[in-house]
């Protein structure tokens, strides 16, 4: 399959990890062997080179819980069309599909077991810059003006990129840089220009929006679209020393507040197909 995949859940993922979650299940079993009330689902959607890559985990009781392999006539589709299972040991059980990002919106139909239809949207509401150009000079924080403004449901990483360097961090008020009071910007503070010589700089966020399945079991579910937006160049003209620091985060371990989130996230790497008959102890299908 498309290795793009492999970098499908590294925000969501590091942060789960980071706030001390729990580590998802990858065991598996058949979906006719468990209630239809026990299932969780769970959907992403990624944008990348201009298509969206959409995957599907379907888990019992729960966000971390084993994950299920679809049977007949449980099934799933995005946008009327069929996703493809996958099985792996790293991640259990779940389901893909590769569409052009020319809709606006998303929707998920699952059909469980006994023939029930749960439909989920999600609107494909993009952040993008305002700017295309700005300068910056290490010694005072500059603002990126926002083409709208920035849900509570939205997580921001900061990419900062130049010839020789590349620094990842969350966007957040304990980091290098956080959100305006007004939403419509995001403050980068002098501190994220530690590791960089003059220069050019490229600026992109990758964004993630999470928002709550519609319909579902008393479980519940969630979606979560990702997405980097249109790098803005940076004309850093480095003066003086910038100041570090280090950050207590919450859950009290000393963290550099340049975090970098992990590309490679755990329970979600090497996505390779395999039989998923091999992997759930023989059952077989009657």
Do not use: W
């Amino acid at each position: 399959m498309n290795t793009n995949y492999l970098k499908l859940f590294f925000f969501t993922i590091a942060i789960f990890f980071l706030v001390g979650g729990a580590c998802p299940s990858n065991e598996t079993t058949l979906s006719n062997k468990i209630a239809q009330s026990e299932i969780y689902q769970n959907y992403f959607i990624k944008e990348n080179a201009g298509k969206y890559e959409v995957t599907a985990f379907f888990r019992i009781g729960g966000d971390t819980g084993t994950t299920l392999a679809l049977v007949s006539p449980s099934k799933i589709l995005f946008n009327g069309q069929t996703l493809v299972e996958h099985l792996n040991t790293s991640s259990g059980t779940f389901y893909t599909i590769e569409v052009a990002n020319n809709t606006p919106n998303g929707t998920f139909q699952f059909t469980d077991r006994q023939g029930k239809i749960y439909t989920n949207k999600i609107d494909f509401l993009k952040i993008s810059p305002l700017a295309k150009n700005l300068t910056a000079t290490g010694s005072t924080q500059i603002s990126v003006p926002l083409s709208r403004a920035i849900a509570d449901s939205t997580n921001l990483t900061l990419k900062l990129s130049s010839a020789s360097n590349t620094e990842t961090s969350f966007v957040g008020s304990v980091f290098e840089s956080e959100i305006a009071p007004n939403k419509v910007s995001v403050i980068v503070k002098p501190e994220a220009f530690a590791k960089f010589s003059r220069g050019n700089i490229s600026l992109a966020f990758d964004v993630s929006d999470s928002v709550s399945t519609q319909q579902g079991t008393n479980l519940g579910g969630n979606i979560t679209f990702s997405y980097q937006t249109t790098p803005v160049n940076i004309a850093f003209l480095k003066t003086g020393k910038i100041p570090t620091k280090n950050t207590k985060v919450a859950n009290g371990f000393e963290k550099n507040a340049n975090i970098s989130a992990t590309k490679n996230p755990p329970n979600n790497a090497n996505l390779k197909t395999e039989n998923r008959f091999s992997k759930i102890n023989n059952l077989k299908v009657k």
